[in-house]
């Protein structure tokens, strides 16, 4: 595919990413579209690719094969364009230990013209609480110090685009809410955000979306705004594909999520129950199931002790408590809304 195609609105791309050190496959077709001024986390175990994902992005690593865009420019033979649009903060932040906190602020937005640096000192002394040990040599701090030395950098840089390798990895409670804060702001500003991470709850209280990363796969991306609008989720089961209703009176505010087979569909239902149980009561159900879903029990979905096994996830279920099916639904949100014709013919 033509990355000409891609939605205008999608401000960084990748098509087929694939990522080989000698006989370690880190990527292994990863496609994302991340769209302006979305708030987007990357998650995954350790080595499941965020990192790789997020260095080829930036044009530090050259992918084995496929393509990475960022603002339509390609990663790996402009990335020196490409940087200029990205504030990135590294997973492993290095700084020069001579340097006293400030001085480390003032040299690296000379390195980026255009960052303010008395805004990164603002950052740093004010809300981030360094305070008095930005006059203090940074070979002096503790990790979180210099996490929060580089995210002051990483926040005042006015840039489109902000990269964040676990911006919250060493941070203290308090830390971290005024760093999620922060993310919030930027967006405010119109900044686009990457955020990768391994709190769960941090990464559903920001992210607009969320993609579900396993050994240099993509699995899965979820719209976490969608999902806090709250809906509960009705998997509904009939004797037979033809048996499955076409259509609902529009007051039951429900919607089509996703065929799981041809007899089985997953909907979204907001609103009351009493009428939603009064429709169901006419349909010739044969099995039913309601309920919710946090961002852990799908993250358990691939990661948990209970994970789909690779074959498995090729072949989703979103419901483990029922039998599993060999459906049409795969697992990268593309299948949602699939015409019933498709499935039933
Ligand atoms: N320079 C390298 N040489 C060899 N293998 C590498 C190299 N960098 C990464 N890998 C491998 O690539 C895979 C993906 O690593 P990556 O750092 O992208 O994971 P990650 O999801 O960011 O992990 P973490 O959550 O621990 O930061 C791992 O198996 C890792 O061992």
């Known amino acids: 595919m033509s990355l000409d195609s891609v939605e205008r609105d999608a401000v960084l791309v990748t098509r087929g990413l694939t990522k080989t050190y000698g006989s370690v496959r880190a990527l292994r077709g990863v496609s994302l579209e991340v769209k302006r001024g979305e708030i987007f986390g990357l998650l995954g175990p350790n080595g499941s690719g965020k990192t790789t994902t997020i260095r080829i992005l930036l044009g530090m690593l050259r992918a084995t094969a496929g393509e990475a865009r960022i603002a339509g420019l ?37 390195l980026r013209d255009g960052v303010p640096y008395e805004a990164a000192v603002a950052l740093a002394e004010g809300p981030l609480g360094l305070g008095p ?29 902000l990269i964040l390798d676990e911006p919250t990895s060493a941070l203290d409670p308090s830390a971290r809410a005024l760093v999620l804060d922060l993310v919030r702001q930027a967006r405010q500003r119109g900044q686009t955000i990457i955020f990768s991470g391994h709190v769960l709850s941090e990464v559903e209280k920001v992210c607009d979306r969320v993609a579900i990363m396993r050994t240099g796969r993509l699995l899965w991306v979820e719209d976490l705004a969608h999902r806090r609008r709250g809906y509960r989720l009705l998997l509904l089961r009939f004797a037979d594909p033809q048996s499955v209703p076409t259509s609902w ?44 879903d946090d961002l852990q029990s799908l993250y358990d979905r691939y990661h948990g002790p209970n994970a789909l096994s690779d074959d498995e996830v090729e072949d989703y279920n979103p419901w ?10 795969r697992p990268n949100g593309a299948n949602t809304n699939i015409p019933r014709e498709d499935l039933v013919a």
């Open 249 to 292: 009176p529009e007051h039951l505010e429900l919607q089509l999520r996703e065929w799981v087979d041809p007899r089985t569909v997953l909907m979204e239902h907001r609103g009351a129950p009493p009428p939603l149980l009064d429709w169901l009561a006419q349909t010739p159900l044969i099995d039913l199931a309601i309920g919710t």
């Open 133 to 161: 040990a930005l006059d203090r040599k940074v070979r002096g701090y503790s990790t979180g110090m210099k996490q929060k030395l580089a995210l002051a950098q990483a926040f005042a840089d006015p840039v489109e685009i």
């Open 74 to 110: 390609d990663s790996w033979t402009q990335s020196v364009e490409v940087r200029r649009l990205v504030s990135f903060l590294p997973g492993e932040i290095r700084l020069f230990g001579h340097f006293t906190g400030r001085r480390m602020l003032r040299f690296l937005s000379r």
């Open 320 to 329: 483990r408590s029922l039998p599993s099916h060999h459906g049409t639904a």
